[in-house]
């Protein structure tokens, strides 16, 4: 593989929503972590009357009575800032916005606040992969994203979790559930909403509430919390690639170059269906087998939009950039992507370099794939079949779920796993799969080959 031109892929893969910010070919430091759950960060900037402060065009608010809250961190990176929050008692999720020209506060002196007009970030819960122990989180970072210089953050600690507003799309679109594996009472309509749709009915554009809907995948009902306690902080991006970026740099920075239905796609026997490719100046987006399939682009994220043909087979979305890159006998490459998704076995995101073994192979003039990449069930297995229906070169990574029951000499669930496997080029069948990952418990039948966490 090592001389072959290879495509990288970014692969928003199964899941009903992946955000992806940031793919770069560079060398990248990862955040330190202090407890599992929180990154260091810097001290924020605080801004000036944090507590009540007044709107980025200098109006008064009507904010609700509350606390200082102390001893935020930041960690920027180009066009975002990761906040970490400090513990704040009866806190059960938090929240931060910016306050631009238009928003509303509507706040009262026993401490319950509404905010319209804005992007409320939310941080939720991380679910753990144990049903004996405890099975979720309150994170204590938030992710706002969207900056483009000097910009002050409202930062609030709230005694409930952020209203689920559903599942955002570039278009209101509807899939009838009917699969026989739920029960009948949750074989209910899944709808997919606009930012429009969004912020009309809770004021806001919600970012990853978590608040449970009355039924399941239905938006949460809109509430109005009690602010615990709140502090303003001044952020400001980086405004540039990370350092030593090499030859690609992807912030989906530009909200104009939205994906675009180029054509559709013909099926390809038993490998999927219902096949589409749509397009950017820099981008190919594929997708396979969906019912519901939509890409686009909002501030400085990538979003995918997937549902299931049928709820029944193995859909993807794949995004794949329009240039190749080559390897080396000698040196390394570094792909470095943030990806703000979980994942389960059945649902997950990955990343895989394939590509023709000769030059100009691999995409056409038009930066367009020259042979299909299409995933199907179990492929991320020891016996997965090539994506590439050519046969070229892949290496793939898989970020999973960790595993179902307890593994190793304390019988714990691993809450994560990491899989790599490579097909070896002109094997189009199960028998060209090289397994690359560990045999950490020294038995397959115990649990695959993997890295478990």
């Known amino acids: 593989m090592n001389r072959a031109p290879m495509t990288r892929h970014l692969f928003p893969t199964a899941c009903p929503l992946a955000l992806f910010t940031l793919l770069s070919l560079t060398a990248c430091e990862p955040l330190p972590i202090l407890d599992d759950l929180v990154p260091v960060g810097a001290d924020a900037v605080v801004a000036d009357s944090p507590v009540e402060p007044r709107s ?32 704040v008692a009866g806190a059960r999720d938090y929240r931060a916005f910016r306050v631009p020209e238009g928003t509303d506060i509507f706040g009262n002196l026993l401490g319950y606040e509404d905010v319209s007009g804005t992007v409320v970030h ?54 009838d559930v ?78 104009s170059d939205q994906p675009q239905l180029l054509r559709q796609l013909p099926d390809s026997g038993n490998r999927s269906q219902l096949g589409k490719l749509l397009t950017n100046s820099r981008w190919a987006f594929y ?42 006998d000698s040196d390394y490459l570094h792909v470095h992507y943030e990806v703000a998704s979980d994942t389960t076995a059945r649902r997950y995101w990955w990343m895989s370099v394939c590509g023709a073994a000769t030059a100009g192979q691999t995409l056409d003039a038009n930066g367009l794939l020259r042979s299909q990449i299409i995933q199907t069930p179990f492929f991320y297995q020891e016996d997965g079949l090539n994506p590439s229906l050519a046969g070229w070169n892949c290496l793939q990574v898989f970020p999973l779920d960790g595993s179902p029951f307890g593994l190793g000499p304390n019988d714990t669930r691993p809450q994560s796993d990491l899989r790599v496997i490579v097909n ?18 020294e038995s397959d039948a115990i649990a695959p080959r993997s890295w478990y966490r």
Request: charged share 20%; proline share 8%; glycine share 8%.
């Open 56 to 87: 980025e065009s200098g109006a008064r608010l009507s904010w609700s009575s509350a606390p200082l809250m102390e001893g935020v961190k930041v960690v920027v990176n180009h066009d975002s800032a990761v906040l970490i929050v400090p513990e």
């Open 122 to 175: 939310c941080a939720g819960h991380r679910q753990h992969n144990d049903v004996a122990g405890k099975r979720y989180t309150l994170l204590r970072q938030i992710e706002v994203t969207g900056l483009t210089g000097p910009t002050p953050i409202v930062v609030e600690a709230v005694d409930r979790l952020c209203p689920f507003p559903g599942v955002q799309g570039s278009e209101h679109a509807t899939v």
């Open 178 to 255: 009917t699969i026989d594996e739920l029960p009948a009472f949750e074989q209910r309509p899944f709808s997919v909403y606009t930012e429009d749709e969004i912020r009309a009915h809770y004021g806001s554009l919600i970012v990853n509430g978590h608040g449970p809907g009355i039924s399941l995948g239905a938006p949460s009902p809109k509430t109005t919390p009690k602010v615990l306690a709140r502090t303003t902080v001044m952020v400001t991006p980086t405004n540039e690639p990370p350092p030593h970026v090499g030859t690609f740099f992807e912030s989906f920075d530009d909200d």
């Open 287 to 328: 997708t396979w087998g969906a019912d519901l399939s939509q890409f686009f682009i909002q501030r400085g994220e990538l979003h995918s939009v997937l549902a299931d043909w049928a709820q029944d087979i193995f859909s993807s979305n794949v995004a794949f950039p329009k240039r190749t890159f080559a390897l080396s």
């Open 424 to 441: 070896v080029a002109n094997g189009t069948n199960r028998d060209h799969v090289r397994q690359v990952s560990p045999n950490q418990f």
